[in-house]
């Protein structure tokens, strides 16, 4: 089920363009052309987010701050201001709202904002369903009670208490991210800010500016100044994700910051003070690239304090009904289905599969077997369309889902996620060779794999 977001602004041609912007991204958009209106909205319909504008007809986007927290509890709001109204924008971040935007703003950080704000919504509904089933500790986010993963979650409750650095290693899907989450959660810093950065994510020409920051005029388009990730993190955490894909020549820098609690901004002269914890993840063998000279031991070393590594799903199959129940209990929330479990028969191929995409494989592959499933329980013949809801199309190879039974949208969003796939597969997950082969830029395709959740590194040769 699309997340909802209401969009508050009475100029007909920009709340089009960013319902379009945001109908792009798989959102279901509603509008409303005044804070009242907005507020009857909010109140009528369960939103996920509301962009707001802050000069309206009527009541303001401000006063309309307070309304909404008691109209839509638990809801973020993301308002827009005009041009030269910053203050406005802290103002309102004062009086709850989750960030700001000057107008007019980059659509591009628009949809990493949002998409930030629904990821903490989403950790928050799902949490709340965890305290409902009689899990009050964020321990309880992890599931599964195999060996391995006690062993984890002992871990975990000893390091979190710690305000040392902490390196999570695992394969990609073991769940390094909701580790840190948890990790956050249960240390004394839980009340201050969680930020991340993906070092993989982000191009080597920016990666700098978005862990310093930079000053107004350090390079070209540099029109204002802006506080780096580290800045963000005040007084919290900051989880550098895929830390083995820095750069070499950044790596001396980012391990004077780790090291000093300090640096400056990209052109600035002033050393930027940091009370920051660092939590750091990747799925590369960190000492093989060392002895490749592609890590520096140095920062290796200071970030190896305390390490947790994460087990496969292969070597905790014993998990695997409790990661049903709980996967399956959030299809069900998101697809409005009522799908009861699985099958004896069903639960049986599971386990005789290896699932070298790990915990995130599995959710994807109960979430695929539910928006085929016709009865109360999913079987094996969900299971297969779910490993293999494509087939080849004509003599040039490319797989495409069947679409049978699926209403047209959900089918041609399964089209979509088919043929990225097929070309990742084939590239052997290069994502540029990818890219040219789909006939879209290498930007596109990035955003069609954040829409679908698809991981790059599982198609790699």
Same mark, same amino acid.
């Given at each position: 089920?699309?997340?909802?977001?209401?969009?508050?602004?009475?100029?007909?041609?920009?709340?089009?363009? +960013?319902?379009?912007?945001?109908?792009?991204?798989?959102?279901?958009?509603?509008?409303?052309?005044?804070?009242?209106?907005?507020?009857?909205?909010?109140?009528?319909?369960?939103?996920?987010?509301?962009?707001?504008?802050?000069?309206?007809?009527?009541?303001?986007?401000?006063?309309?701050?307070?309304?909404?927290?008691?109209?839509?509890?638990?809801?973020?709001?993301?308002?827009?201001?005009?041009?030269?109204?910053?203050?406005?924008?802290?103002?309102?971040?004062?009086?709850?709202?989750?960030?700001?935007?000057?107008? $007019?703003?980059?659509?591009?950080?628009?949809?990493?904002?949002?998409?930030?704000?629904?990821?903490?919504?989403?950790?928050?509904?799902?949490?709340?369903?965890?305290?409902?089933?009689?899990?009050?500790?964020?321990?309880?986010?992890?599931?599964?009670?195999?060996?391995?993963?006690?062993?984890?979650?002992?871990?975990?409750?000893?390091?979190?208490?710690?305000?040392?650095?902490?390196?999570?290693?695992?394969?990609?899907?073991?769940?390094?991210?909701?580790?840190?989450?948890?990790?956050?959660?249960?240390?004394?810093?839980?009340?201050?800010?969680?930020?991340?950065?993906?070092?993989?994510?982000? $191009?080597?020409?920016?990666?700098?500016?978005?862990?310093?920051?930079?000053?107004?005029?350090?390079?070209?388009?540099?029109?204002?100044?802006?506080?780096?990730?580290?800045?963000?993190?005040?007084?919290?955490?900051?989880?550098?994700?895929?830390?083995?894909?820095?750069?070499?020549?950044?790596?001396?820098?980012?391990?004077?910051?780790?090291?000093?609690?300090?640096?400056?901004?990209?052109?600035?002269?002033?050393?930027?003070?940091?009370?920051?914890?660092?939590?750091?993840?990747?799925?590369?063998?960190?000492?093989?690239?060392?002895?490749?000279?592609?890590?520096?031991?140095? +920062?290796?070393?200071?970030?190896?304090?305390?390490?947790?590594?994460?087990? %496969?799903?292969?070597?905790?199959?014993?998990?695997?009904?409790?990661?049903?129940?709980?996967?399956?209990?959030?299809? @069900?929330?998101?697809?409005?289905?009522?799908?009861?479990?699985?099958?004896?028969?069903?639960?049986?191929?599971?386990?005789?599969?290896?699932?070298?995409?790990?915990?995130?494989?599995?959710? @994807?592959?109960?979430?695929?077997?539910?928006?085929?499933?016709?009865?109360?329980?999913?079987? %094996?013949?969900?299971?297969?369309?779910?490993?293999?809801?494509?087939?080849?199309?004509?003599?040039?190879?490319?797989?495409?889902?069947?679409?049978?039974? +699926?209403?047209?949208?959900?089918?041609?969003?399964?089209?979509?996620?088919?043929?990225?796939?097929?070309?990742?597969?084939?590239?052997?997950?290069?994502?540029?060779?990818?890219?040219?082969?789909?006939?879209?830029?290498?930007?596109?395709?990035? @955003?069609?794999?954040?829409?679908?959740?698809?991981?790059?590194?599982?198609?790699?040769?």
């Amino acid at each position: 089920m699309a997340e909802k977001i209401l969009v508050v602004d009475d100029d007909r041609a920009f709340q089009g363009m +960013l319902v379009e912007a945001l109908a792009d991204k798989g959102y279901a958009v509603e509008t409303a052309a005044s804070a009242e209106e907005g507020l009857k909205k909010a109140g009528a319909s369960g939103f996920d987010l509301i962009l707001h504008d802050i000069q309206l007809p009527g009541m303001s986007g401000l006063e309309a701050l307070g309304h909404l927290a008691d109209a839509a509890p638990g809801v973020d709001v993301i308002v827009m201001t005009g041009f030269g109204s910053k203050e406005t924008g802290v103002t309102a971040m004062q009086q709850g709202a989750y960030d700001y935007f000057e107008k $007019p703003f980059s659509l591009r950080e628009m949809e990493v904002v949002v998409r930030r704000a629904l990821e903490k919504r989403r950790l928050q509904v799902e949490l709340a369903e965890l305290k409902r089933r009689g899990g009050g500790s964020p321990l309880h986010n992890i599931i599964g009670h195999s060996a391995p993963m006690m062993a984890v979650k002992e871990r975990i409750g000893r390091v979190a208490e710690l305000n040392a650095d902490v390196l999570i290693m695992g394969e990609t899907g073991t769940g390094k991210e909701l580790v840190a989450d948890t990790i956050h959660a249960m240390s004394a810093r839980a009340k201050a800010p969680f930020v991340k950065i993906n070092c993989a994510a982000i $191009p080597e020409t920016l990666i700098e500016s978005e862990l310093f920051g930079h000053e107004k005029g350090a390079f070209t388009g540099a029109t204002s100044m802006k506080q780096g990730k580290f800045e963000l993190a005040k007084g919290g955490s900051l989880m550098l994700d895929e830390i083995g894909d820095m750069p070499l020549h950044l790596q001396p820098r980012l391990l004077r910051a780790v090291e000093q609690k300090q640096a400056e901004r990209v052109g600035g002269a002033k050393p930027i003070q940091y009370d920051v914890r660092i939590i750091a993840a990747t799925n590369q063998e960190l000492e093989q690239r060392v002895r490749d000279g592609e890590f520096r031991s140095d +920062l290796y070393y200071r970030l190896n304090v305390a390490t947790l590594i994460l087990p %496969p799903l292969r070597e905790r199959k014993s998990d695997l009904p409790q990661l049903a129940e709980f996967f399956l209990d959030r299809a @069900n929330r998101r697809l409005g289905t009522d799908i009861a479990g699985v099958s004896p028969e069903a639960m049986e191929i599971f386990f005789n599969y290896d699932w070298p995409g790990n915990v995130r494989q599995f959710a @994807n592959a109960i979430e695929r077997a539910a928006i085929f499933c016709t009865s109360t329980r999913i079987t %094996p013949a969900e299971v297969d369309q779910a490993f293999s809801n494509a087939r080849p199309c004509g003599d040039s190879g490319v797989c495409v889902p069947t679409g049978e039974g +699926l209403p047209l949208k959900q089918a041609l969003i399964e089209y979509e996620r088919a043929l990225i796939e097929n070309a990742l597969r084939v590239c052997g997950g290069v994502q540029t060779e990818a890219a040219t082969a789909l006939g879209v830029s290498a930007k596109n395709l990035w @955003n069609k794999l954040q829409k679908h959740r698809i991981d790059p590194i599982l198609f790699k040769k």
